[in-house]
T-cell receptor, first 114, second 112 residues
């Protein structure tokens, strides 16, 4: 069965520090890959996506992610975190043969300390 | 509207009652999805619509859950005889074919 693992439930970083959120997936082929962010009481906002092509993808708010096929990973990075980045981050995979329904990781809560 | 709209934003009801949750997708989006977000289970897929048909209902947790979509637009998720374990945030998303899904802000359902 398809699965997505986000090994870190909570991460705390200092404002201005770099950030990496980890995501691994289990699937026999290359799925579509996404990172979403959720602020309290809000829905999910798309940060970036990978469908094919260049394995380093740029997203909104200064985020980027790199797809590594050999590691089945799609880690999210940001060189300098802002206090407004505090939120919960979800990695998701979509499977075209299943109507692109998304399977989500458990989420990583990011705290930013000033 | 500009985004996916869900109503109500909050719903409190008594155990055993039926509830209806509504989703207005982005205009022109052919695909519509329902997900459930709960503390114990995280984000789970419930059902997917392509137009008015639902080729994948595999995530509906029991026969108390049903959904329909009319006119290729608005969708309603109905939960009959609600149970306390149905308490969760129900999220709707829509997309064009093979494009990223755009989410609404959800309906927070509380069963007393």
């Amino acid at each position: 069965a398809q699965s997505v693992t986000q090994p870190d439930i909570h991460i705390t970083v200092s404002e201005g520090a770099s950030l990496e959120l980890r995501c691994n997936y289990s699937y026999g082929a290359t799925p579509y890959l996404f990172w979403y962010v959720q602020s309290p009481g809000q829905g999910l906002q798309l940060l970036l996506k990978y469908f094919s092509g260049d394995t380093l993808v740029q997203g909104i708010k200064g985020f980027e992610a790199e797809f590594k096929r050999s590691q089945s990973s799609f880690n999210l990075r940001k060189p300098s975190v802002h206090w407004s980045d505090a939120a919960e981050y979800f990695c998701a995979v979509g499977f075209m043969e299943y109507g692109n329904k998304l399977v989500f990781g458990a989420g990583t809560i990011l705290r930013v300390k000033s | 509207g500009a985004g996916v709209s869900q109503s109500p934003s909050n719903k409190v009801t008594e155990k055993g009652k039926d509830v209806e949750l509504r989703c207005d997708p982005i205009s022109g989006h052919t695909a519509l999805y329902w997900y459930r977000q709960s503390l114990g289970q995280g984000l789970e897929f419930l059902i997917y619509f392509q137009g008015n048909s639902a080729p994948d209902k595999s995530g509906l947790p029991s026969d108390r859950f049903s959904a329909e979509r009319t006119g290729g637009s608005v969708s309603t998720l109905t939960i009959q005889r609600t149970q306390q374990e149905d308490s969760a945030v129900y999220l709707c998303a829509s997309s064009l074919d093979n494009q990223p899904q755009h989410f609404g802000d959800g309906t927070r359902l509380s069963i007393l």
